[in-house]
């Protein structure tokens, strides 16, 4: 018969009474104090006893007398009866039952001790420990979904306000149309209405004539019918119209004049009924050439789109074209500029801004008559230019004297911000001959094209600087020139290298991503990007404007 020597480890009470155990009887497995000894023994004095003291006991299996046959161990167990049974029952009424011994439930009973073992002193911990991982999980979890919520109403705020400006930038290009139409036809009405009374006045002088017998004041009769005849050329007003577009769950779109404004869905995947939106354009592997458009323009400096397929482009005379795609001109005007036109650009109405660097002033161009904008104070001169979105115009100035360099913004006639020196009062863009080149990216950052310091500076538009980039990353073979910059609809920055006769494009945060050197640009300069998202490269001495698609 298997047995077990185990040491006491804590107090034990005896089997019998209350008092702490000091004996055992090993042949019944009973825990015994001293005075439950001879008790015990009396009676039970027919039985034999094995008593010993507590510590040297030999735990044994107890098994029960049966209840059928006295002064019988059971020692099995009638599985179908599911009894315990003696000797005597398996050979009587339990015959040809299916019995187990009892003895077997001895390792049975090791195993459940080491299985309860492992589950108290390993598993539970585990499950706890698992418990308190989860209970924070819970909490991060919590925490991370009501900062999502917050994060989410502040996009919605954002983008309300975005949508909010989108319609009050159409509410003011609908009062400039207006005021510009109406500005256009009461003037041509004056003057119609003007012509009316001097016209009566001589039918009047004529009919008195006709009547007159005095020769001399017919022989000195002036006719004014050719003047009267000649009326002047009617205004055709093109009355704009508010073109809408709605893909349900898409797109939304509105255009006014050469104004566009959409905000577009894109899914990416549908898993679950859940939607990503993102800007699905990239790179293409290759950048291509869509057209050359030769624009007959001496020394092509600047290039600002219109719309899709037309742009304005000036260089070393007074006139500034708008050619189409095609190659056709669809437009010419001549500039009040002593020489020629330092820069140009395109307001968000479509207005055409030029800047003049000897008469120091920015002029608008508005139904074929040129307005001035701005004058610069006296010993700096205007030099590139820029339209933000806000409406306000970004002006280049140099001090030609001192080869100063600065940025300048300015809402209306009024300076609203100078750019020129860092937080340590240094200066921002390096002095030189150079003038300074800029554009406004998405972000609100403005972009710098800093010639004299082969570099391009970005500052945000508190005017902090963000980062220089020096052409290092693109591995080119001449010294990096940097020429005019564009940024795109995702925020990448696009530079004109004249020295390299390439292309380089940046991330909005500076990261070099490639170069276009494959679409034949000799010499490039100017730079725009059209609303197709395609670039418009003017090329210096040939005069012409490469169009290139480089996104998907």
């Known amino acids: 018969m298997a047995t077990l020597t185990t040491q006491a480890q804590e107090v034990i009470n005896c089997d019998l009474c209350v008092k702490p155990t000091y004996q055992f009887c090993n042949r019944c497995q009973l825990s015994l104090c001293v005075d439950c000894v001879g008790k015990h023994v009396d009676k039970l004095k027919y039985q034999p006893h094995d008593i010993v003291h507590f510590k040297d006991r030999k735990v044994r299996l107890y098994f029960p007398e049966c209840e059928f046959h006295p002064n019988k161990i059971c020692e099995a167990h009638c599985q179908q009866c599911d009894i315990p049974v003696c000797l005597k029952c398996i050979l009587g009424r339990h015959n040809g039952h299916k019995c187990i011994d009892l003895s077997g439930i001895f390792t049975k009973k090791k195993d459940i001790e080491k299985e309860t073992q492992e589950i108290e002193s390993t598993i539970i911990p585990l499950y706890r420990k698992k418990n308190e991982e989860s209970v924070s999980k819970l909490s991060i979890t919590m925490a991370k979904f009501d900062e999502l919520e917050i994060e989410k109403e502040k996009h919605r705020r954002f983008w309300h306000k975005e949508v909010d400006s989108i319609f009050n930038k159409i509410s003011s290009l609908i009062k400039s149309m207006k005021e510009n139409h109406m500005a256009a036809l009461k003037s041509y009405q004056c003057e119609i209405k003007n ?158 801004v030029y800047s003049d660097h000897p008469n120091r002033t920015v002029n608008i161009v508005r139904h074929g008559r040129t307005e001035t904008l701005i004058t610069t104070p006296q010993g700096w001169h205007p030099g590139r230019l820029c339209c933000a979105k806000s409406g306000d115009i970004l002006v280049t100035m140099y001090d030609t004297g001192k080869g100063k360099n600065k940025i300048v913004r300015y809402q209306g006639h009024t300076v609203k911000q100078e750019i020129d020196r860092d937080e340590d009062g240094k200066p921002i863009y390096k002095g030189g001959k150079y003038p300074l080149r800029v554009v406004e990216n998405n972000n609100g950052d403005i972009c710098a094209s800093d010639s004299n310091a082969k570099a391009v500076v970005v500052v945000d538009k508190s005017g902090k600087v963000r980062f220089r980039y020096d052409g290092t990353p693109a591995n080119r073979k001449e010294s990096f020139n940097p020429g005019h910059t564009a940024t795109d609809s995702i925020g990448q920055i696009i530079v004109t290298d004249y020295n390299n006769a390439c292309l380089h494009i940046l991330d909005q945060n500076g990261e070099f991503l490639r170069c276009v050197d494959n679409c034949g640009l000799d010499n490039p300069n100017g730079l725009s990007v059209d609303s197709e998202g395609r670039l418009w490269v003017g090329l210096v001495h040939s005069g012409e404007v490469k169009v290139i698609q480089y996104m998907k």
């Open 195 to 352: 012509r009316i009374p001097g016209m009566i006045k001589t039918v009047q002088q004529n009919k008195e004539l006709l009547n007159s017998k005095k020769m001399s004041e017919v022989t000195n009769y002036k006719s004014k019918l050719e003047e009267y005849r000649n009326m002047p050329a009617d205004i055709d007003v093109k009355l704009p119209s508010l073109k809408t577009n709605t893909v349900q769950g898409r797109e939304l779109s509105l255009e006014l004049g050469e104004y566009k404004a959409s905000l577009t869905k894109t899914t990416l995947s549908c898993q679950a009924d859940e939607a990503s939106y993102t800007t699905l354009q990239k790179l293409l592997d290759q950048a291509k050439s869509i057209t050359t458009i030769p624009t007959g323009v001496d020394s092509l400096y600047n290039v600002a789109c219109v719309g899709v397929d037309e742009a304005w482009v000036s260089g070393e005379d007074k006139t500034i074209k708008r050619v189409h795609i095609n190659g056709s001109i669809q437009n010419t005007v001549t500039t009040t500029c002593k020489t020629w036109p330092n820069a140009i650009t395109v307001t968000t109405q479509g207005e055409l």
